[in-house]
Every structure is written in C-alpha cells, then in structure tokens.
C-alpha cells in the first residue's frame, strides 16, 4: 500500500511545461512520490507562482511559447536560489550548457527515465535544506550554513544553490587537491550525463563572483587534475 508524507513535511515542486499530457503526467507521478506539486504551464505563470509561494524544487521545460525556460531561469535567478532542474528535448551540449549558465542546477534531457527525475529532485532538495548552524572562513571568504549567507569582506555574493555547495565543498577542504569526479560526487552526488565539463562551468561562475571587482583569487586550477582553494598563508 503506498503511503504519503504528511501533507505538512510534503517537498513542494513547481512543475512547468506547456504539454498538458507531460504535465498532468509529471504532476500524478510526483504526487504518488510524496511531493506537493504545483503544475503550470507558461513562463510567466511559474515567475509569478514562485514569488507568489516558493516551491522547495522546480521542475522547468526549456521549450515553452512566449517565456521560454531560458527566460524564466533569468528572470528566477535575480531574486531567487530556488533549485532548479532544466528539462529539454534538445540532445545539443550547447544547449544544456546555455541551461546550466543561466542558472540551473541540474539537466534532464527528454526522455528520460521517471525515478531518475525523482532521485535527482530529492538530492537537489536535500542540498537546499537550512543547515546546521555553522560558519565557515578562509581569509575574507565567509560562509554561514545556516543563512546561506556568504560574503568576501563586507561584499555579500548572490550565489544560486549549486554555486553555493561548491563554495561550500572547498571551503571545507582548504588547500586540498579535488578532481572534477570528486566534486561531482561532493556537489551533485552523482555524475550527470552528458555535460562532462559542467564542474568547469560552475567553477567559471563562481570565480567571477568571488573576483568581482579586482578581488584576488582564491580557487586555482590544478592543470590535469582537478581545482584547489588555498588559503593566503599556505
């Protein structure tokens, strides 16, 4: 007999895609899950609901009339980390890549299996959950697992979630070595398909951030192997 989280401690996911048969089918699918799901089916109606009540996940088609999931993650990542896993039909790097710079948190390309979206949205908000109250430093890089807060000096950084554990990845292991393998496991649990330089593309993002204004910086490449965040006295 299947059983259900209590309505209270249900994940709530936002699920948005203009095919109501992918809809309705991605909506009774996550139910039986134990999720609560919210499904529209425009851009502008998944910006709105996520101001309106933000969802724990968000489950986005990339290919949708008017705002397409490309302007939705644009217009979700300036004011929200919520994570967000991209659908696309499209089987182009580029494309899964354009999905992952512009703000997602992880990809699934069409089709793909059932269990592996629900795997994949569980590791995404089990990342997402208020951590243990904890503050990480390495020089003037701060970290509070708690808030989410995270500052270089007194400049605060707008991280997305993804962005965020791997910040938080190195900062745990100072002046460590870590091979893309090992952070794909450390950050995302799992290797995803497809995309092999995604570890590359995060890494890219955030170093503009943390370099933003002539900063020095503190994350390395370590040729052939893999990136390091030294500290300044090392």
């Given at each position: 007999m299947e059983t259900a989280l209590a309505p209270a401690t249900r994940?709530?996911?936002?699920?948005?895609?203009?095919?109501?048969?992918?809809?309705?089918?991605?909506?009774?699918?996550?139910?039986?899950?134990?999720?609560?799901?919210q499904a529209v089916a425009s851009g502008?109606?998944?910006?709105?609901?996520?101001?309106?009540?933000?969802?724990?996940?968000?489950?986005?088609?990339?290919?949708?009339?008017?705002?397409?999931g490309f302007g939705v993650l644009r217009a979700l990542r300036g004011g929200s980390s919520v994570p967000i896993l991209f659908l696309t039909a499209r089987d182009r790097v580029r494309d899964r890549?354009?999905?992952?710079?512009?703000?997602a948190d992880d990809y699934l390309a069409k089709p793909f299996a059932f269990g592996e979206l629900v795997a994949r949205l569980r590791a995404l908000i089990r990342r997402g959950k208020p951590a243990e109250r904890e503050v990480l430093t390495i020089d003037d890089v701060r970290l509070d697992l708690a808030?989410?807060?995270?500052?270089?000096?007194?400049?605060?950084?707008?991280?997305?979630?993804?962005?965020?554990?791997?910040?938080?990845?190195?900062?745990?292991?100072?002046n460590l070595v870590l091979s893309r393998e090992a952070v794909l496991e450390l950050?995302?649990?799992?290797q995803p398909a497809g995309v092999s330089n995604v570890v590359d593309v995060y890494i890219g993002h955030l170093r503009r951030k943390l370099e933003e204004g002539g900063a020095s910086r503190p994350l390395h490449t370590v040729r052939g192997?893999?990136?390091?965040?030294?500290?300044?006295d090392a």
């Amino acid at each position: 007999m299947e059983t259900a989280l209590a309505p209270a401690t249900r994940p709530r996911i936002l699920v948005v895609d203009d095919d109501p048969e992918i809809l309705d089918l991605l909506r009774r699918g996550l139910a039986i899950e134990g999720f609560e799901v919210q499904a529209v089916a425009s851009g502008e109606k998944a910006v709105a609901a996520v101001a309106s009540r933000p969802p724990d996940a968000v489950v986005l088609d990339v290919m949708m009339p008017g705002m397409d999931g490309f302007g939705v993650l644009r217009a979700l990542r300036g004011g929200s980390s919520v994570p967000i896993l991209f659908l696309t039909a499209r089987d182009r790097v580029r494309d899964r890549i354009e999905g992952l710079d512009a703000g997602a948190d992880d990809y699934l390309a069409k089709p793909f299996a059932f269990g592996e979206l629900v795997a994949r949205l569980r590791a995404l908000i089990r990342r997402g959950k208020p951590a243990e109250r904890e503050v990480l430093t390495i020089d003037d890089v701060r970290l509070d697992l708690a808030s989410r807060d995270v500052r270089r000096g007194e400049r605060v950084l707008e991280l997305t979630q993804t962005e965020f554990e791997l910040l938080r990845a190195f900062m745990e292991r100072p002046n460590l070595v870590l091979s893309r393998e090992a952070v794909l496991e450390l950050v995302w649990g799992y290797q995803p398909a497809g995309v092999s330089n995604v570890v590359d593309v995060y890494i890219g993002h955030l170093r503009r951030k943390l370099e933003e204004g002539g900063a020095s910086r503190p994350l390395h490449t370590v040729r052939g192997v893999g990136y390091i965040l030294r500290k300044a006295d090392a």
